[in-house]
């Protein structure tokens, strides 16, 4: 069973809010890199966030840079994609996996397995 669980899509309105979570069981999220991907319909697979371990410094896809954060939660060992400012463009389905790292432990947007889980849709339309 893949230990990764995302959750907290749904339907929300232009210009609305959502925030997804991505849930690690059986290994400690700490230790790793963690990264958001969405795949939109007829499209292939992006990274657009991620976050690296100690310091817990985040990168952005220029296409979210300033309406979504990226958040880890150590003690309930969850990270979080906070999204504000939704557009249509946003319409995809979510997914959350451990990433690689640059030398110095920055997080690059490049799954370390090419594991996936199910994912959570996100549907922004009014």
């Known amino acids: 069973q893949w230990p990764l669980v995302e959750s907290g899509g749904g339907l929300v309105q232009p210009g609305g809010s959502l925030t997804l979570s991505c849930a690690a069981s059986g290994f400690t999220f700490d230790f790793y890199a963690v990264g958001w991907f969405r795949q939109a319909p007829g499209k292939e697979r992006e990274g657009i966030s991620c976050i690296s371990t100690s310091p817990d410094s985040a990168n952005y896809v220029d296409s979210v840079r300033g309406r979504f954060t990226i958040i880890r939660d150590t003690a309930k060992n969850t990270v979080y994609l906070h999204m504000t400012n939704l557009g249509p463009e946003d319409t995809a389905r979510y997914y959350c996996?451990?990433?690689?790292?640059?030398?110095?432990?920055?997080?690059?947007?490049?799954?370390?397995?090419?594991?996936w889980g199910q994912g959570t849709q996100v549907t922004v339309s009014s």
């Open positions: 996996t451990t990433t690689k790292t640059t030398l110095q432990a920055t997080c690059i947007m490049v799954p370390l397995r090419d594991n």
